[in-house]
């Protein structure tokens, strides 16, 4: 799949961590339209629909920081291209807001924060490290 | 503790920057003229004054064409078939 490195990751997340804060896990994930409007569009036109699709889905770099959980929404799936930054103090995060959740392809992780919601799919092929990356973040927003 | 303020890059103790009065922990977004950050419910760049649009702007008008343009190529192909 893509190729993105532990650097290139490290040095998009760079520019919003505090002193002293260190990034230590980071996973790429997706929120794809709702799932019957996906189904609506490819069903109308399978060519047009799979490019809706590609346009209306949006793309997540999350990381784990020791005080942190930041999002970066991102263009493509190149982490330089951030568009917008989401933090959440991991002090204001635990099982009543965040949940986490591991099927076969992908992991979950839902955030239910009235002011800024997160909803986001990660799939285990981006990278080897994608899912053991975003099985931990999801563990600890959610503990 | 005190951490950098994202938006006017002064020191907030607490949640609220006290040189600009904003949350520093709000859904923030990078200013493509400016290159800074700026809260995401502002229309427009607290820095720069450049406005913010939505990308939607363009891409629903996108996927309407697209699928018109799908259309009209199908029926085409279809006249041409006869």
């Known amino acids: 799949m893509a190729k993105v490195t532990d650097e290139q990751v490290q040095a998009a997340f760079a520019p919003h961590l505090h002193e002293g804060e260190e990034l230590k896990y980071w996973a790429f994930g997706v929120k794809q339209p709702n799932i019957f409007l996906l189904i609506g569009l490819i069903c109308l036109a399978v060519l047009p629909g799979l490019i809706a699709v590609m346009l209306l889905t949006k793309n997540y770099y999350i990381g784990l920081t020791n005080k942190r959980f930041i999002v970066l929404t991102v263009k493509s799936m190149k982490p330089e291209d951030v568009k917008e930054v989401t933090e959440y103090d991991l002090s204001e995060l635990s099982s009543a807001n965040a949940s986490t959740s591991t099927g076969g392809l992908f992991t979950h992780i839902t955030i239910k924060d009235p002011e800024k919601p997160f909803k986001a799919k990660f799939h285990r092929a981006f990278c080897p490290s994608n899912r053991p990356n975003a099985m931990a973040i999801g563990e600890a927003i959610a503990a | ?82």
């Open chain 2, 1 to 82: 503790m005190s951490t950098p303020c994202p938006f006017c890059e002064g020191t907030v103790s607490g949640r609220i920057c006290e040189s600009c009065g904003r949350d520093r922990t709000v859904p923030r977004r990078i200013c493509k003229a400016c290159g800074k950050m700026s809260p995401k419910a502002e229309a427009e760049c607290c820095h720069c004054g450049a406005k913010f649009r939505s990308e939607m702007r363009w891409k629903i008008p996108l996927i309407i064409a697209i699928f018109v343009f799908a259309f009209i190529l199908a029926i085409f192909i279809q006249l041409i078939g006869r």
